[in-house]
């Protein structure tokens, strides 16, 4: 048995780092604990009932847009519709919430992807993202396959791309270790050849160099997972402040326990107490 340990603080979502398998530490306050060796072992979190806003730092009886206070989910511009539907960037109109905040995250190279957690899915992130957000997706699979000059032109490109491919995924699909390997490669060039027209379209609207194909090689992702759930039963702090079982597996955001899963992402900014 590794030694037992208590620490207090708020969750921010946990750190991950590809490997055999991915390695993953929780992340409470400033408290730190490594999750791969708690594998098989019991573990509690206890919410205290606090919640701290994961920008301005006061205190908040609800946690909006994954961890913000109200005023802080109004301002910003990272809680904007627009982060979620880059295709709506309002940047151009001079209404951004921050336009420096969105000159350095926005104006960025950004990737489109294929993925497959819980079955074919397209996707895209900021580069200096790359691998990290596969791996908080669950992800066992994944090709980047365009670069694009700004996150809005990845909007446009992901519109396209939704027309013949999913843009979700089915957590409980992903939990349950159910997806099915796919020819990554085999499908990018599907895709690419039938969303020919609607690129072009894009590459004459942005410039023919706005949109780059990327001969990357595929990744592949391993999770600390003793045992996948059969049936997916999920925690919920606000329903019930203490969740505890023996850890089973953390992949993704989740941790998966002998008495359910819980998606400690959507708990950010939540004070826990965690026993190991
Ligand atoms: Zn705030």
């Given amino acids: ?34 999750l791969n060796a708690r594998l098989g072992q019991p573990l509690r979190l206890t919410w205290t009932g606090a919640i701290a806003c994961t920008h301005c730092g006061r205190a908040t009886k609800k946690s909006f847009g994954q961890g913000h206070c109200y005023p802080c989910f109004k301002k910003l511009a990272r809680c904007d519709s627009c982060i979620m539907k880059p ?28 993925a497959n957690a819980s079955g074919l899915k397209v996707g895209i992130t900021r580069e200096t993202q790359v691998p990290t957000r596969w791996l908080d997706q669950g992800a066992v699979q994944a090709l980047p396959i365009l670069e694009v000059d700004s996150r809005q032109q990845s909007g446009f490109v992901e ?30 060039d599907r895709l690419l050849e039938r969303l020919a027209p609607g690129l072009l379209a894009l590459r ?40 505890a079982g023996t850890l089973l597996g953390i992949k993704g955001q989740y941790l998966i326990l002998d008495s359910g899963v819980i998606n400690l992402r959507k708990f950010t900014g939540y004070e826990v107490t965690v026993e190991a």
């Avoid at 939704?162 to 085999?186: H, I, Q």
């Avoid at 997972?225 to 402040?241: A, G, I, Q, Y």
Wanted: proline share 7%; glycine share 6%; net charge negative.
């Fill in 87 to 114: 295709e709506q960037c309002h940047y151009f109109q001079g209404t951004c919430r921050e336009p420096e905040w969105g000159e350095t995250h926005c104006f960025r190279p950004h990737v489109v992807y294929l």
């Fill in 159 to 188: 519109v396209l791309f939704k027309d013949e491919v999913s843009d979700r995924t089915n957590w409980r699909t992903m939990l349950k270790g159910e997806a099915v390997e796919l020819d990554l490669p085999g499908e990018r």
């Fill in 1 to 34: 048995m590794t030694d037992a340990v208590a620490l207090t603080g708020c969750l921010t979502k946990m750190a991950v780092e590809p490997g055999s398998p991915a390695r993953y530490t929780l992340r409470a306050g400033d408290e730190r604990l490594d």
């Fill in 204 to 243: 004459e609207r942005f410039g023919h160099d706005a949109i780059r194909e990327l001969d990357g090689a595929p990744w592949a992702f391993e999770y600390p997972v003793l045992e996948h759930p059969t049936k997916v039963v999920s925690h919920n702090f606000d329903k019930r402040p203490e969740v």
